[in-house]
Structure formats: structure tokens, C-alpha cells
């Protein structure tokens, strides 16, 4: 997540969701760890669609991101009202290193801006804004 959006599995690089939205689900699931409400991920990936097209949508996007991560079993919390994810990300060790005062470590992951070419949603904008002030905050840059 520091950086282009890369998914690893088991040590390997998994490739990409085959939906176009797939990506982006995966992003927004790692960003917010837990069970997230399908209405809501619906409406955040598809603002302006009807939610019932949204949840089609999002239901193709879920299954993309299943068979992309299909090696990594249990990976896609997959509920019938909620989506997930339960796997550790990049993001998640850079905030235990700065919560450590281990600057240099947390730096180190971090390999470009957060999410790096996901730029057409508000809430990567507005979550990579967010890192940078806590990068920033630390010192790190």
C-alpha cells in the first residue's frame, strides 16, 4: 500500500483483481480492517448508480478480489451483509514502527505515495493527505 497497490501471497505477487473496480475494493478493505457494510462499500465504489446495480457491481468486484487472493484461504471475510479482509499490510507495519520511534524502519517501507495510482478516488486523496501529515508529523519525509 506504500506505493502501487501490490497484493503478495504467500511470498508471491497475486496478480491483480480482473475487475475494474477490484483493486480499488481491495484498497479501501485494507485501509479499514474489520467487516465492512456492503450498502456502504457499494455506494463509496459506485456513487450516482442505483444501488441495486451497485450491488451487483460490488458483488463481481468481491468475487474478482476472491479468486485474486484465492491462494491466501480465509483472506476475503465474505459475509452476506459485510465485506473484509484479514491479512497484514504494509500501512500496518509503518504505523507499529512510528509507534515505536523506529523512524528509519517505518521509512523504509515506504516505497512511493500511498495507494500510488488509484488517484481517481477522493478517499485514497484523502487518505495518502492523512499518511503524509503523519509522516510528516514524525519527522519522516
Do not use: I, K, Y
Amino acid at each position: 500500500m506504500l506505493g502501487r497497490l501490490d497484493v503478495e501471497v504467500r511470498g508471491r505477487l497475486a496478480p491483480p483483481p480482473a475487475h475494474p473496480l477490484g483493486r480499488a475494493l481491495v484498497a479501501w478493505l485494507a485501509l479499514h480492517p474489520g467487516e465492512q457494510p456492503r450498502a456502504s462499500l457499494a455506494a463509496l465504489l459506485w456513487p450516482g448508480m442505483p444501488a441495486s446495480n451497485a450491488r451487483v457491481e460490488l458483488r463481481a468486484a468481491a468475487w474478482a478480489v476472491r479468486r485474486a487472493l484465492g491462494p491466501c484461504e480465509g483472506a476475503v471475510l465474505d459475509e452476506r451483509t459485510t465485506l473484509g479482509l484479514r491479512c497484514a499490510t504494509d500501512l500496518q507495519a509503518f504505523e507499529a514502527h512510528c509507534a515505536a520511534g523506529e523512524a528509519e524502519a517505518a521509512l523504509a517501507l515506504c516505497r512511493g505515495p500511498l495507494l500510488e495510482g488509484l488517484d481517481e478516488h477522493a478517499w485514497v486523496l484523502a487518505a495518502r493527505a492523512e499518511h503524509e501529515r503523519h509522516r510528516a508529523a514524525l519527522g519522516v519525509r
